[in-house]
């Protein structure tokens, strides 16, 4: 029988104040003016004498696909382990310092950006010094849903699960929860804060327990508090999300199922297509903008796009992808854990997990590539997530076939470690 040793670690990356936060639109000067809670980086790590899994959940919006590589590779140098071994997820909360650096969505700090580097692999390490006998066990329901479908204005089309890995040690339980919606309950806050999977994590830190939150995938998915957002920003909101979730969390690890102490993980690499507007269509965008104050706001960010378009047109008609993003699968006994950099609608969980059962879909994880649309979401030209969130992604929009081509990559991977 093989044994597996589970560890955990944490470190701060809570600012000083005045650093801009990053999300909610275009040039906002929104800066940190008090701390709500600590925003940390957790990390837990696993071994089953073979194969080694780090798993790591960082309060911040996300990081680029590049910051992601040389982070993963940086602490698999400190560890000794392969970097397909790491996956480095965001909870995307936006209400945290800019990491990756999104055009008009906050001005980063390059001396921020070094510290959450270091503070990562600070924590990767205190999970390995950690390490001790564990015994993991799962269980997933449907919960009372915190989100909806922003775009629908219904709870149609959501992923409702609550997924849970409780690692039983002598030191004390690490819970590993996975569930799927934006953290942005309080909108456009200037105070520091981890939204509701902060929240969480602090309920169920208060029950005695360790815990981790992974975000799923949750493209379309709003939290409810934001439907009535003209009565204030909703504080109480957070304690209530985060107590919810931490019983049901409870609830779930009375009846979680033993899994067997074998690890693995596999990577692959795609490239996904853009979609590549003409020259003349360019330059009729820039035209359109003589009549628009270019000095702030969106006007600001529109004229920094299309100058930044008609500069890289050249490459991208030559070559156009977003190159080398990173499809990461990985498996704790018979549970497959999919991660994903980027905004993926909520639907591929719903979908996937029909075939894989047992699931925990990480987003935002390895990277951030952007918003990954159905095909269907397409079909309505003024789609936020489709064609104007990508401007400040990856230059251009995605094809309508990024889905399907996530999705089939996401299943590849996941069938080489089945």
């Given at each position: 029988?093989?044994e ?6 944490e470190?701060?990356?809570?600012p ?135 775009r ?15 690692l ?41 327990q ?6 799923g ?11 009535y ?54 330059e ?11 000095t702030?706001?969106?006007?600001r ?118």
């Amino acid at each position: 029988m093989q044994e597996l040793l589970a560890g955990y670690g944490e470190s701060n990356i809570t600012p000083e104040m005045g650093l801009e936060l990053s999300g909610y639109g275009y040039h906002l000067s929104r800066k940190a003016t008090g701390v709500l809670d600590d925003i940390k980086i957790r990390a837990v790590y696993l071994t089953d004498g073979e194969e080694v899994l780090l798993l790591m959940s960082c309060d911040l919006l996300g990081f680029s696909l590049e910051y992601a590589d040389d982070l993963r590779q940086s602490i698999a140098d400190d560890l000794g382990i392969p970097a397909r071994s790491i996956a480095a997820a965001c909870t995307h909360t936006h209400a945290a310092p800019v990491v990756q650096n999104l055009m008009g969505l906050g001005e980063p700090s390059p001396e921020y950006i070094k510290q959450v580097h270091s503070k990562a692999r600070e924590a990767a390490r205190r999970a390995a010094e950690d390490a001790a006998p564990a015994k993991a066990c799962f269980a997933q329901q449907m919960i009372e849903p915190i989100g909806y479908n922003r775009r629908n204005g219904n709870f149609k089309e959501i992923d409702p699960m609550l997924s849970e890995v409780v690692l039983v040690r002598k030191q004390g339980n690490i819970c590993l929860l996975n569930y799927a919606c934006h953290a942005v309950t309080l909108g456009a806050t200037d105070k520091i804060t981890a939204d509701w999977p902060g929240a969480v994590v602090r309920a169920m830190e208060h029950s005695g327990q360790k815990a981790i939150i992974f975000q799923g995938f949750c493209g379309d998915v709003n939290p409810t508090a934001r439907l009535y957002m003209a009565s204030g920003q909703q504080y109480e909101n957070l304690a209530l999300y985060g107590s919810l979730i931490c019983d049901r969390a409870m609830r779930l690890a009375k009846i979680a199922e033993p899994l067997e102490a074998r690890l693995s993980s596999a990577e692959e690499r795609i490239n996904l297509p853009l979609s590549i507007p003409s020259e003349d269509e360019l330059e009729k965008f820039k035209e359109g903008l003589k009549t628009v104050d270019c000095t702030k706001g969106i006007g600001r960010f529109q004229s920094w796009w299309v100058e930044t378009a008609l500069k890289n047109l050249p490459k991208y008609k030559c070559n156009p992808y977003l190159e080398n993003v990173p499809i990461h699968g990985m498996k704790i006994g018979s549970l497959n854990l999919l991660a994903l950099p980027g905004e993926v609608f909520s639907q591929m969980g719903v979908g996937l997990r029909k075939t894989y059962p047992q699931l925990f879909t990480l987003g935002y994880c390895n990277g951030n590539a952007g918003y990954i649309p159905t095909k269907a979401a397409y079909g309505k030209t003024e789609d936020y997530a489709c064609y104007d969130a990508p401007k400040f992604y990856s230059i251009f929009p995605f094809t309508p076939q990024v889905y399907d081509i996530m999705e089939a990559a996401g299943r590849r991977v996941l069938g080489r470690i089945a």
